[in-house]
């Protein structure tokens, strides 16, 4: 069975294809898969928490955020090219990434804390509810996987990557690209756009775990499974966070 492509280059066609089986025991499903995400989410939440009790204590968090980016960075991409690893790395991609969003999550609730003290409240309900709607709109066929549905929404994300890579690069030679980071009605309207791209992400990433599983992948692709989808949930709450914060610095 051919399967469709995400996005999300952790949930790709070829990863999947590369790993299915003809073993109807022992194979993919999606209940397995979204168990493994909730208990990933709560591995995410453990260290998100320990990393904002820290900032409230009065410790550096700067190691936690760092460490946890950087090191996530590099266990998703063993998980990416090391597939059957991915029951034992998913998990410490979730607490290397919870230590990474709590630390964020700290600075902006401190840097708001009078104009928007309830911008991470906000943030992690908006990401909650658009999460569920996106699941809920694909249960229902109401947004369909198209070739051009697909094809839009990949060269979108990847566009939206390689933007991202040269804002970096440019920021080492103290070149800042001012809309990405300020509440200009261009940068609100970067920013909504860049949401939309990651809440659609979640639409290919449901399909390619619902077809993983029709295909017969094996069991150990619902931890990559999961893996992947906690990625685009990730990106799509620090989107949040970040277009929240352009509107309150608006006030």
């Not at 280059?9 to 003809?22: A, D, G, N, R, W």
């Not at 950087?70 to 991609?93: Q, S």
């Not at 709590?102 to 409240?121: D, K, L, Q, R």
Request: net charge neutral.
């Amino acid at each position: 069975m051919e399967l469709f492509k995400s996005g999300n280059p952790t949930l790709s066609e070829k990863m999947f294809k590369s790993t299915l089986t003809l073993d109807s025991e022992d194979v993919m499903t999606v209940r397995g898969t979204l168990n493994k995400f909730g208990f990933l989410f709560l591995m995410v939440m453990a260290t998100a928490f320990f990393s904002w009790y820290s900032f409230g204590k009065g410790v550096d968090v700067t190691p936690y955020m760092w460490g946890g980016a950087i090191g996530g960075l590099i266990v998703a991409l063993v998980i990416v090219f090391k597939k059957t690893w991915a029951p034992f790395l998913a998990p410490a991609y979730a607490l290397l990434e919870g230590l990474f969003v709590g630390a964020i999550s700290a600075f902006y609730n401190h840097a708001f804390e009078t104009t928007a003290p309830f911008i991470i409240t906000q943030a992690v309900g908006l990401t909650f509810g658009v999460a569920i709607a996106m699941f809920i709109l694909y249960n229902m066929r109401i947004i369909r996987a198209t070739e051009t549905f697909k094809s839009v929404i990949i060269t979108a994300t990847a566009g939206i990557a390689i933007f991202y890579l040269i804002s970096i690069v440019l920021r080492f030679f103290s070149i800042d690209i001012p809309f990405i980071h300020q509440g200009s009605t261009f940068g609100i309207i970067f920013s909504l756009f860049v949401v939309a791209i990651a809440a659609l992400n979640l639409i290919l990433d449901f399909d390619m775990i619902e077809r993983g599983s029709e295909a017969g992948a094996p069991k150990y692709m619902e931890w990559y499974g999961a893996f992947g989808l906690l990625v685009t949930i990730v990106w799509l709450y620090l989107e949040i966070l970040r277009l929240l914060a352009k509107l309150n610095s608006r006030k």
